[in-house]
């Protein structure tokens, strides 16, 4: 008689579809680990297109301490160093496939970092990089010169915004979704009425906003279809000696030109949690103090995380 013994078969025998089924349920951390080194079934799997459609750093956080000179964060060199070893297996693996790229609120990314993902990374088209502490003119600049594909961002407010919205005019056609977290005064609206003429939807949720500034990215961009300024701290400014007044609520002149989008968001309620924390806070969102994950969220359902 034969003796019926079950067949076993070897994981490096597995079919590739089943294998890239079971490391997408991986994260970052676990699809850098070294499996890639196992075999070269495995190595094959965790090339699959399918596992790098998106790259979410948003669990990976900097190791830092804050100081009083630019860039006014100090990154300890093991947590540098832990970035770009996730970011070099990632690129390699990953073989040019990302589309969506996504960093954490608190990872603050170095010039060097933002080169070598941009040139590994060239069909990208939604960027999340809320934190630019320790990056230059010149490093951002480049990457959106690589980046022409891109059609999506949410960056953090910059004090010069007129020179990185060019470069975004130059080299992104597509360019439709911007999320500012951060201030938004007349300068940070003239440059979007300037540059991005034809935005379609933006998000400054959670900021400090200028009522003048509002009504001016109305009236200046005429494809916007989406705003939402859900519970920002909406400011009036008046000429010295006045001092600058919080608005409570929108008038109709700022509704009247808000009718024309298909979507307009806004909250303003002295009773909502969100906006007793932007006033709280000053309309600067100190995001670190609350949930976990909170800064992801968005009105817009395109932006949320």
Not at 55 to 77: A, Q, R
Not at 262 to 285: A, H, I, P, V, Y
Request: hydrophobic residues 40%; aromatic residues 8%.
């Amino acid at each position: 008689m034969e003796d019926n013994y079950p067949v076993s078969r070897r994981w490096e025998d597995l079919d590739t579809d089943i294998l890239v089924r079971i490391f997408q349920s991986f994260d970052i951390f676990e699809l850098t680990s070294g499996i890639a080194h196992v075999c070269s079934a495995w190595r094959l799997a965790c090339c699959d297109p399918l596992l790098w459609k998106t790259l979410d750093l948003s669990m990976l956080k900097s190791n830092f301490i804050k100081i009083p000179l630019e860039p006014y964060v100090y990154v300890d060199g093991r947590s540098d160093k832990t970035l770009t070893r996730v970011l070099k297996i990632s690129l390699s693996l990953s073989r040019g496939n990302i589309l969506t790229l996504i960093f954490h609120f608190n990872l603050y990314v170095s010039d060097d970092q933002l080169t070598y993902t941009a040139e590994r990374c060239p069909r990208l088209k939604r960027l999340v990089l809320p934190a630019w502490n320790r990056i230059k003119k010149t490093g951002i600049c480049k990457a959106i010169r690589a980046w022409t594909d891109l059609e999506s961002l949410t960056m953090p407010s910059i004090a010069n915004p007129p020179y990185f919205m060019e470069e975004i005019s130059r080299n992104c056609k597509n360019f439709s979704e911007l999320k500012i977290m951060g201030p938004c005064d007349m300068l940070c609206a003239s440059t979007l009425v300037t540059y991005l003429p034809k935005l379609k939807v933006l998000s400054l949720r959670c900021s400090m906003l200028n009522k003048d500034a509002l009504i001016m990215i109305l009236d200046g961009l005429q494809y916007l279809e989406v705003l939402n300024i859900s519970h920002c701290l909406l400011i009036e400014v008046s000429p010295p000696p006045a001092v600058r007044k919080v608005v409570k609520e929108l008038d109709h002149s700022i509704l009247e030109r808000a009718s024309r989008l298909r979507q307009f968001l806004s909250c303003m309620e002295d009773s909502c949690l969100m906006c007793q924390r932007t006033k709280n806070d000053e309309g600067l969102m100190r995001w670190y103090k609350y949930e976990e994950g909170l800064w992801k969220a968005d009105e817009v359902s395109s932006l949320a995380l």
